[in-house]
């Protein structure tokens, strides 16, 4: 069930702030005579004018970017999740589990968005990294998913990731897909505009801004919806939105 706080939280009533189309993301480069990479870029282009075609108030009703199956510490099926998106008329969601991508390797579906949540460090703030519209049999991102049920569910084990920020980062465009802070103000960030900054200069393409804050109050809460929307805006990333759905029903978080 929604919670009417966190909708008013979430700040719904407001425009997203616009989001221009970079040229240079689309514009085609001399140097990639690969027919691949010019695939893969067509394919990053798609999933971000996707994700800029969404409005704020699209969350949580039609879309949802950011759900966990079982394929991590999840409760609902994968397929099942998607029955219900599309018995619901989602428009588009992301299952994003922990670390791995073995659901999208088993179910497709023009309703859903290949996608996965990294647990990372950036020097000393732990962060969880979404990746979108991944080619989730490229081999350069492949190295980074878990290699241990446990490593897709356990927050003990998952804290002790490895994973290195940049060529994470560098891998999941590699992979043709664009890579998103999810949940930022839990970010234990000193201070949240130039940990984001850092993240911007390592190639970080974009930012949950859409998201249940309250679910994570419990655990810390560094920032509010309107440093994030300023945030977003200053660094001109692509807005995502989801609420972080481990239940069985994914209307619930
Ligand atoms: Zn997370
Ligand atoms: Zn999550």
Known sequence: ???????????????NPEQEANSDDIESDSSLSDEIVEEQVEEKADIREIIKSFQPLDYFDYVNLHIHSKYSDGKADFEDIIRQAKEMGYHKIAICDHNTVEGHKHFK???????VEFDCWCGYV?????????????PVLDEFYAKTKKETEADIVRIFAKRDIKKLINAIHEAGGIAVLAHPA???????????????SYGLDGIEVYYPYRR?????????LRQI???A?????IVTGGTDCHTRNITAY
């Open 233 to 237: 805006a200053k660094y001109d990333l």
């Open 186 to 200: 839990c970010c234990w960030a000193f201070n949240l505009d130039k940990f984001v900054g850092k993240l911007v």
């Open 109 to 115: 579906d023009d309703v859903l968005i290949p996608a």
């Open 229 to 231: 929307k300023d945030i």
């Open 1 to 15: 069930m929604k919670d009417t706080e966190d909708i008013i939280e979430t700040d719904l009533e407001e425009e």
């Open 216 to 224: 994570h109050r419990a655990v810390i809460r560094f920032a509010t």
């Open 126 to 138: 732990f962060l969880h990294l979404l990746a979108y519209g991944i080619d989730v049999d490229n």
